[in-house]
């Protein structure tokens, strides 16, 4: 299922507004451009912010996240023809051969039933050309996190044009590794609105991960530390063989 701040249309229109440094992903643009990618497939792609990135600099992309209002943000943005939308999950996507798949802002950890996780690493591998590359990030447990989701440290009240004032804050509701489940709670001081978003992460060890690719057939080229939230992420790049 997917979140509510994904698939309501009064939070997906927000998202952008209440993300919006999205400085994260200029790490993975300089590493779709290191590999000289010219075809993308991003999963999870949300309101398309990565996508749009990468359609800007030439490269094309298909956007697929199983949110529809998050699709609808996303195809009403300036540049959005040039990206290739799908609404579903990787079972949705048509024949590819793309150079690069990308799952950023963890959207991996997203994916939670173990079913849904391979699925989605075979869906990826399939849509790969052979040579092709799996980029994706998943904080690393070690770091837990979770121990800093309170409503103290996240509080906050942002103006946006055209809505008004918004309350937001997040709480932490359950721990039972590898499962987190918190809960986003939004305030529209506009109408009074009170509305919530619960979301449960999967939180994935190294090894568990590098087991889990190498089982579907990838190579593990590389895993490394996010640029800029060092010891917190983990970033994996494996490779679909030339033979395979």
């Keep these: 299922m997917t979140d509510e701040c994904f698939r309501h249309p009064r939070l997906a229109a927000l998202y952008d507004a209440l993300e919006p440094d999205r400085s994260d992903l200029d790490a993975y643009v300089h590493m779709a451009e290191e590999a000289e990618a010219r075809s993308v497939l991003?999963?999870?792609?949300?309101?398309?912010?990565?996508?749009?990135?990468?359609a800007d600099r030439g490269i094309e992309v298909v956007g697929?996240?199983?949110?529809?209002a998050s699709i609808d943000v996303?195809?009403?943005?300036?540049?959005?023809?040039r990206?290739?939308?799908?609404?579903?999950?990787?079972?949705?996507l048509p024949p590819l051969q793309v150079d690069l798949a990308t799952m950023t802002a963890n959207a991996a950890q997203e994916i939670v039933p173990p079913e849904s996780w391979q699925e989605t690493l075979r869906g990826a591998y399939a849509s790969l050309r052979p040579g092709g590359r799996l980029m994706f990030e998943t904080r690393d447990p070690a770091r837990r996190a979770w121990e800093e989701w309170n409503r103290e440290e996240s509080y906050r009240v942002t103006e946006i044009p055209g809505v008004g004032a918004v309350e937001s804050w997040v709480e932490v509701t359950a721990v039972s590794r590898p499962l987190v489940t918190f809960r986003y709670t939004y305030v529209f001081a506009v109408d009074g609105h009170v509305l919530t978003s619960d979301s449960t992460l999967r939180f994935r060890e190294r090894e568990e991960v590098e087991t889990d690719l190498s089982a579907h057939g990838y190579v593990v080229e590389d895993v490394r530390q996010a640029p800029d939230r060092p010891g917190r992420e983990l970033v994996f790049l494996a490779r679909r063989p030339q033979a395979g």
């Design 64 to 68: 697929v996240d199983p949110a529809e």
């Design 74 to 81: 996303a195809e009403g943005k300036p540049g959005s023809e």
């Design 83 to 92: 990206v290739r939308w799908i609404r579903g999950d990787v079972s949705a």
């Design 42 to 54: 991003d999963i999870g792609c949300g309101t398309g912010v990565f996508a749009l990135l990468l």
